[in-house]
């Protein structure tokens, strides 16, 4: 039946065949999802993540960077806390400098009775307000600690200040701080 | 013959293109190279049943060729920024379409999974279907479907090489020229692969060829 219907057939060319291939075109449903797929894609393409590589390198610069600030940052309260401590053995070892004229400048309103040598300790480390955006007028002592300052050790307050009037970020708030 | 890239050109190429063609096309690239992303999307309309038709030709795979023709938008997409316009954006395309199907045909190696494309309801009615059958309606039907097959199936036959110039040259209607530069060979290759394929592809169809 099938060899009949074979040699029944008028014959065609390779070419006539072979354009019944353009025959084969998907509907307009088909188009409609490639579209949508394709947009997709290209959205994707568009806000392409880095490779790994990239990644792993910006995450381990991100902690680190973190994990280097916060040890600074610990360093540096570190260094204020203990600071103090040390000078008052210092002083207390050395009787001599409470006759020093810069801690009778310091203490020139205290009364006789204040005088105490835990007085003396405290008034040499008194806290200092630094103003990042002021010279030497910025050395007020003011009772609230704002944002845009911070705090020193007021021991030898003449070598500090020249930092603090002349840092790089006088503009942003933020005050130099160098040992 | 054909000038490829036409306005007008849908899957069946257009005859005597205008010129102008390959500058519309350029004025486009260089609205997408300037930012306009969306400008994109002209090219992909005016394309993509072209590039789809070649792709399902070469895969026999619906899924594969959708899946391979939104692939070459998108490897288009990325490398636009670099096309300078010294050839044709339809070779260019075309170009970056062989190229991602033979690779995907190199991976997928000896696996076939077929999975046909809907016949156009006007094939029934084609010269073709006609010649070769009586005016029975139904028997007219399974012809149809017969010959998707076998057609598929010839064309698988071939190598890559020899089936990617015969669907350019005899079902895409692209001159050897352009077929030349598409596959990054010489006019003579073209010719020499489309003379072996087609002797291949006769031996494979003689039950239905004169």
């Keep these: 039946m099938a060899n009949s219907t074979k040699d029944s057939r008028e014959k065609v060319s390779l070419e006539a065949l072979l354009r019944f291939k353009r025959s084969e075109r998907p509907d307009q449903e088909f188009w409609k999802e490639f579209d949508g797929e394709l947009h997709q894609r290209m959205m994707q393409t568009l806000v392409k993540k880095d490779p790994w590589p990239v990644q792993v390198l910006r995450g381990l610069s991100g902690k680190l960077a973190q994990t280097t600030a916060i040890a600074a940052a610990a360093a540096v309260l570190g260094l204020m806390a203990i600071r103090p401590a040390f000078e008052g053995l210092s002083e207390s070892s050395r009787p001599a400098l409470a006759d020093s004229s810069m801690e009778k400048s310091s203490l020139v309103e205290a009364t006789e009775e204040d005088l105490d040598e835990n007085l003396m300790a405290e008034a040499d480390y008194e806290i200092e307000m630094v103003f990042a955006s002021a010279g030497n007028d910025a050395e007020l002592v003011t009772p609230d600690y704002g944002l845009d300052h911070i705090e020193v050790a007021s021991y030898d307050r003449d070598a500090y200040s020249a930092d603090m009037a002349l840092g790089g970020f006088t503009s942003t708030g933020v005050a130099s701080l160098v040992y | ?210």
């Design chain 2, 1 to 210: 013959m054909a000038t490829p890239g036409s306005v007008t050109k849908s899957i069946f190429p257009a005859q005597d293109a205008p010129v102008s063609d390959r500058d519309l096309d350029w004025a486009v690239v260089q609205k997408v190279q300037a930012g306009n992303v969306g400008a994109f999307d002209q090219l992909v309309q005016k394309y993509r049943e072209q590039i789809f038709s070649v792709v399902y030709n070469m895969t026999s795979n619906r899924e594969d060729a959708s899946d391979l023709t939104q692939e070459t938008f998108i490897k288009a997409f990325q490398a636009i920024g670099r096309f300078r316009g010294k050839s044709s954006f339809f070779t260019w395309i075309y170009r970056i379409a062989v190229n991602t199907t033979m690779t995907f045909l190199k991976k997928r190696n000896r696996r076939r999974y077929i999975s046909y494309e809907n016949i156009d309801e006007e094939a029934s009615s084609s010269e073709i279907v006609e010649r070769l059958t009586a005016s029975n309606r139904s028997e007219k039907g399974a012809l149809v479907s017969e010959l998707q097959e076998k057609l598929n199936d010839a064309l698988q036959k071939l190598s890559p090489k020899h089936r990617t110039v015969v669907i350019l040259h005899e079902i895409e209607g692209l001159e050897h020229a352009e077929i030349a530069e598409i596959t990054g060979t010489s006019q003579g290759t073209v010719r020499s692969r489309l003379h072996y394929a087609k002797q291949q592809l006769q031996s494979y169809l003689q039950d239905y060829l004169v």
